[in-house]
């Protein structure tokens, strides 16, 4: 859905997207993901990679998964064990919600061995239903900044603080329209750059950049929610390099418990590319 996915969150994605949506989505669910994104930002390749399993169930949730980021000749790899914890407020369909993270990672430089060390991490999520038609999300991730060490001595690798609001709205005859918006900025690296990576894309003449994503989304559900198609269009705010508007195309079947769910991102050029699946038992 292009990205438009803070104020719904309700597949095995939930603890990346919005840890909140959980109480929201089924009452039990256990899900495989796996996906990959590549954009080329002025001559700087960028790739993150992601395979996981999440398990939920309405007021928390599991997320185990292996991630990738590569940025400006460094690699990131990450085992991130993610528990989610979820809690009603008084206000009638308000939930709050916390993700806890231990991560493992390893750092490869230009070159360079990797370097392996451990942190920890924290997210916040909140949705909002006050009635059947809207739903709005909030997300910070990284609250606190996970630290990885460097093969520089002393030195360490932060990854940053980034949120992003949600909202959507059901339609009639099971269509939804969704809307996002970054809250903070993202960055030409991944994850924090570090003084070899700063220095490495001045050597290649890369601008250095920051910009905010807007995304919105479209979903229309067929045979009584057994197959649903999706679009969506994603489009940047204030980059050096334009809007650099892409697209995304996707599907998703059910078959009693059992959910299939293929997404493509593309743009012109091929600037950004990205392809995502996911299966989910939910009952």
Request: proline content about 3%; aromatic content about 12%; overall charge negative.
């Amino acid at each position: 859905m292009g990205g438009a996915f803070t104020g719904v969150a309700d597949d095995a994605t939930a603890f990346y997207w919005n840890p909140a949506g959980i109480a929201f989505g089924p009452f039990v669910s256990a899900g495989f993901y796996r996906g990959r994104d590549e954009m080329d930002r002025s001559g700087l390749p960028l790739e993150a990679r992601a395979t996981g399993l999440s398990f939920g169930y309405t007021f928390m949730g599991v997320a185990f998964t292996q991630f990738r980021q590569t940025s400006a000749g460094e690699r990131l790899d990450t085992f991130d064990v993610a528990v989610s914890i979820l809690q009603s407020l008084p206000v009638d369909n308000l939930v709050i919600a916390g993700n806890v993270h231990y991560l493992r990672g390893e750092l490869f430089g230009d070159g360079e061995a990797g370097v392996s060390s451990d942190s920890w991490d924290v997210d916040f999520g909140v949705m909002y239903e006050p009635n059947d038609v809207v739903r709005a999300g909030l997300m910070v991730r990284q609250i606190r900044g996970a630290r990885f060490r460097t093969a520089v001595e002393g030195a360490t690798l932060e990854l940053p603080t980034l949120a992003r609001a949600g909202l959507s709205f059901r339609l009639p005859r099971d269509s939804l329209i969704a809307f996002d918006v970054d809250l903070s900025r993202q960055s030409d690296g991944a994850f924090g750059a570090t003084e070899a990576s700063e220095a490495l894309q001045a050597r290649r003449g890369v601008l250095e950049d920051t910009w905010r994503e807007i995304s919105i989304g479209f979903e229309k559900s067929f045979l009584e929610k057994r197959l649903s198609l999706r679009g969506g269009l994603r489009a940047e705010a204030g980059s050096e390099l334009g809007s650099r508007p892409a697209f995304s195309v996707g599907a998703g079947g059910r078959v009693w418990v059992l959910e299939l769910e293929a997404a493509y991102l593309g743009s012109s050029g091929r600037r950004d590319e990205a392809f995502w699946v996911g299966v989910t038992l939910a009952w």
